[in-house]
T-cell receptor, first 112, second 111 residues
Framework: NAGVTQTPKFQVLKTGQSMTLQCAQD?????MSWYRQDPGMGLRLIHY???????DQGEVPNGYNVSRSTTEDFPLRLLSAAPSQTSVYFC???????????FGDGTRLSIL | GNSVTQMEGPVTLSEEAFLTINCTYT??????LFWYVQYPGEGLQLLLK?????DKGSNKGFEATYRKETTSFHLEKGSVQVSDSAVYFC??????????FGAGTTVTVRA
């Protein structure tokens, strides 16, 4: 029972590089989301999706893109990494609105 | 908009001490309230939840009561263990999928 799987667990990038953080869930959840966790700020919502083909912006979307071509996958793309994007990124999913979300183990990203 | 304010800490306790982490919220209407826990190096896990006023969520010896009159959802445990050392997050959802989190409280329990 894998739940929410994030890859990679760690990544170091240089400023200006691009990369994709992967997120997959096997629970047939409609809702998926991406958060970033920074010290003293809790988790902040980057982007979310309420179903395949539907995405929307959260609280801090700038510098990030998402797509949702399948129910299972919700990748997060950094097109041109900046040091301000150094953070721990969490993907989460839930079955329906108002329900608790299931979180992945996170991706720790450092931008030099 | 919806927001959560929680005691930031850090909090350091001895084993078997009583733990309280304060959480208050601002929301239009009546949100669902959650406590999540993050153990070192791991993702967030749901600890407990309450969906309406006066509900009490409980799990692993932790409790929190949804207080509409004080817009609060304080987390309590009567006797903490070293294994309770973690970061605790208060959060809410109101009529949608988007969680609003507090800043998190780091709790360290010493043997």
């Amino acid at each position: 029972n894998a739940g929410v799987t994030q890859t990679p667990k760690f990544q170091v990038l240089k400023t200006g590089q691009s990369m994709t953080l992967q997120c997959a869930q096997d629970m047939n959840h409609e809702y998926m989301s991406w958060y970033r966790q920074d010290p003293g700020m809790g988790l902040r919502l980057i982007h979310y999706s309420v179903g395949a083909g539907i995405t929307d912006q959260g609280e801090v979307p700038n510098g990030y893109n998402v797509s949702r071509s399948t129910t299972e996958d919700f990748p997060l793309r950094l097109l041109s990494a900046a040091p301000s994007q150094t953070s721990v990124y969490f993907c989460a999913s839930s079955y329906s609105d108002g329900q608790p979300q299931h979180f992945g183990d996170g991706t720790r990203l450092s931008i030099l | 908009g919806n927001s959560v304010t929680q005691m930031e800490g850090p909090v350091t306790l001895s084993e078997e001490a009583f733990l309280t982490i304060n959480c208050t919220y601002t929301a239009t209407g009546y949100p669902s309230l959650f406590w999540y826990v993050q153990y070192p190096g791991e993702g967030l896990q749901l600890l407990l939840k309450a969906t309406k006023a006066d509900d009490k969520g409980s799990n692993k010896g932790f409790e929190a009561t949804y207080r509409k009159e004080t817009t609060s959802f304080h987390l309590e445990k009567g006797s903490v263990q070293v294994s309770d050392s973690a970061v605790y997050f208060c959060a809410l959802i109101f009529n949608d999928y988007k969680l609003s989190f507090g800043a998190g409280t780091t709790v360290t329990v010493r043997a």
